[in-house]
């Protein structure tokens, strides 16, 4: 069974910076697609950054270059350096790993860690 746990979280000020870290246990994290999504109050979770097994990053266009995802297979720990933090980073922080065994898709995911930016 996969188990990701989150940690890094906290309240900052606007233009400051945060780490978040994701450890995987459980599995081949080297293999896994892994993602970090985040939720405000009243409002849909929403992916913010993804990578690969190989390292090939993507980012939603309101964290480009602003937010950095990372991994260390060695480790099997994601990371997300987030910079230049704006109030509406405000969330909770959740990681995902994407897992494909034999055709079929598992998705799992952490369970979360506050971000709060005050301005």
């Known amino acids: 069974q996969v188990q990701l746990v989150e940690s890094g979280g906290g309240s900052v000020q606007a233009g400051g910076s945060l780490r978040l870290s994701c450890a995987a246990s459980?599995?081949?994290?080297?293999?896994?697609?892994m993602g970090w999504f985040r939720q405000a109050p009243g409002k849909q979770r929403e992916l913010a950054a993804t990578i690969t097994s190989g390292g090939s990053a993507y980012y939603t266009d309101s964290v480009k270059g602003r937010f950095t995802i990372s991994r260390d297979n060695v480790t099997n720990t994601m990371y997300l350096q987030m910079n230049s933090l704006k109030p509406e980073d405000t969330a909770v922080y959740y990681c995902r790993a994407t897992i494909r065994t034999m055709g079929r898709v598992n998705y799992y995911w952490g369970q979360g860690t506050q971000v709060t930016v005050s301005s």
């Open positions: 459980g599995g081949t994290f080297s293999s896994y697609v």
